[in-house]
């Protein structure tokens, strides 16, 4: 029997380098969801890709190894110079970063803002409690 391939849209890829998040279906119908701005929906989304991109999993690997942690596949960091890729200011980065904390979205596993260092955040599914 051959193998499954997953399915990547060729159209939307603008190489073999890009990187996609995922955004369910039943999480975008929630309440929750509905109720989150704009802004902090399409910052979920770049928070996804984010996650899963090279360069996201090189940055928290190296901060896993400085702070001698272990994180898991739903732990992701997004430093400045990151935002700045995708045109978010840090100030709009965190404001967007609390209305999903708040909505149940994410959840701030590391706040390192005393040791000028990059916070650690979680994928959180506490919006179905809320929804």
Not at 85 to 107: C, M, P, Q, S, T
Request: proline share 1%; aromatic share 14%.
């Amino acid at each position: 029997m051959a193998k499954k391939q997953k399915y990547v849209d060729l159209y939307a890829s603008v190489g073999k380098n890009d990187y996609f998040g995922t955004v369910f279906d039943g999480m975008c119908k929630s309440d929750a969801y509905k109720n989150l701005s704009l802004s902090a929906k399409h910052f979920y989304t770049l928070c996804r890709v984010q996650s899963q991109s090279k360069h996201g999993r090189q940055c928290l690997y190296k901060h896993s190894e400085e702070s001698e942690r272990n994180y898991n596949d739903n732990d992701f960091v997004f430093p400045s110079s990151h935002l700045k890729l995708y045109g978010i200011d840090r100030g709009n980065a965190k404001r967007y970063f609390d209305e999903l904390i708040k909505a149940g979205f994410v959840d701030r596993k590391e706040c390192n803002k005393v040791r000028k260092k990059m916070n650690v955040y979680s994928f959180s599914n506490r919006w179905k409690n809320t929804s």
